[in-house]
């Protein structure tokens, strides 16, 4: 699987910033946001569903299943300690993503039983985004778990173009952000030249 790169949604996002990561070559977008109710992101993930369908981007629901199902995403990401992988892959059913972040290798266990697709690793360094994070693992942390997953990973947690070439060498499949897209005066150019590395790393 090659994501390359995956924006993660702040808080309140307003749809307008998802076009512009779309429209700037992203690889797979995460609705996340700790603020909205689960009506309000299952009306914004009714909105974009078909932007995203449009250009072939997966669309995530970050931890909250009833939002995931109820919209008809392609997916769902949650964290460790979420709640169980085995429980939300049967409640998705087949054929959709099922996302999951660790902060270590011994949260690697039992993964493709649980119908886990994709892993999110991190946080790489750190990042106001979420206040609340582990210890930085790291690009070198990071991708020496990565090597160890046996489903495709994407490293998260305060990054910025610097870190893409080491990164994709590493053998991940892409790079999660938020305020690299989010706080760039223009999220799309931002996004344009995200990918423009990812592609050329
Ligand atoms: N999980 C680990 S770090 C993080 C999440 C959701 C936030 C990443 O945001 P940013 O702004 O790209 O550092
Ligand atoms: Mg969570």
Redesign the pocket.
């Known amino acids: 699987m090659s994501i390359g790169i995956y924006f ?1 949604t702040p808080d309140g996002c307003d749809d307008a910033l998802v076009r512009a990561a779309l429209a700037g070559g992203a690889g797979m977008i995460q609705l ?1 946001d700790k603020t909205a109710t689960d009506a309000e992101m299952t009306a914004q993930a009714r909105r974009l569903l078909p932007l995203c369908k449009a250009g072939g981007v997966p669309l995530i629901v970050n931890d909250r299943l009833d939002v995931a199902l109820a919209s008809g995403a392609d997916g769902l990401h949650m964290g460790h300690g979420d709640g169980d992988p085995a429980r939300m892959r049967a409640a998705l059913g087949p054929g959709r993503h099922l996302g999951l ?1 660790i902060e270590m290798s011994d949260q690697l266990g039992g993964m493709p039983a649980q119908g886990i697709t994709l892993i999110g690793i ?2 790489v360094h750190a ?1 106001a ?2 206040p609340d ?1 582990a210890a930085p693992l790291g690009p070198d942390g990071a991708a020496r778990i990565a090597r160890r997953s046996p489903v495709p990973a994407v490293a ?4 910025s173009a610097t870190d893409i070439p080491t990164l994709k060498r590493a053998g991940f499949a892409g790079v999660a ?4 897209i989010a706080s760039a005066p223009d999220p799309e150019a931002a996004t344009r030249a995200l990918v423009q590395d990812w592609r050329t790393a």
């Not at 998260?156 to 990054?159: E, Q, R, T, V």
């Open positions: 993660v996340r972040s991190g946080p990042t985004t979420k994070h998260i947690g305060g990054l952000v938020v305020s690299a």
